[in-house]
């Protein structure tokens, strides 16, 4: 063992989150996101398309009886889509301009512990809510 160097295990990776949409069309509703959000697509199955938003992967997948359902099917939402970008104005528009509805939570300033939050959302032509604001919350606030 003398003149080993000591074992030193690689640091873990980052977990990366990400979601699954349900969409009734995974193709039409990945050439929406690209349009509406800059998404592109890392692979598509079919009924399963991965795609990302400046290298922040998600999922669209259509339903078919296996315990999960679209916004429509359920008849409400059970998840709410959160992205942090530097320009959450821009990042809204974009998205109203190609037909969602920003009406449900109009981009304004809210006052946080740490500071001003930009914040604002749109809900999706497939009934996904998604809100959309700076980076302020990703960083630790120990004060708070």
């Known amino acids: 063992m003398s003149g080993e160097s000591p074992r030193h295990d690689p640091p873990a990776e980052t977990p990366v989150l990400s979601v699954m949409l349900a969409v009734p069309d995974a193709g039409a509703a990945a ?79 809210h006052q946080m512990p740490w500071g001003t939050h930009r914040q604002g959302g749109f809900i999706d032509p497939f009934g996904h809510l998604w809100l959309v604001g700076d980076r302020s919350p990703l960083a630790p606030h120990p004060d708070r």
């Open 31 to 109: 050439r929406w996101y690209a349009q509406a959000v800059g998404a592109t697509t890392l692979w598509d199955l079919g009924s399963v398309v991965g795609l990302s938003i400046a290298g922040a992967p998600f999922f669209l997948g259509q339903p078919e009886g296996n315990g999960w359902d679209t916004p429509t099917g359920l008849g409400g939402r059970t998840v709410r889509v959160e992205i942090f970008v530097d320009d959450p104005d821009g990042f809204v528009a974009r998205a109203v301009a190609s037909g969602a509805d920003g009406s449900v939570d109009e981009i304004r300033d």
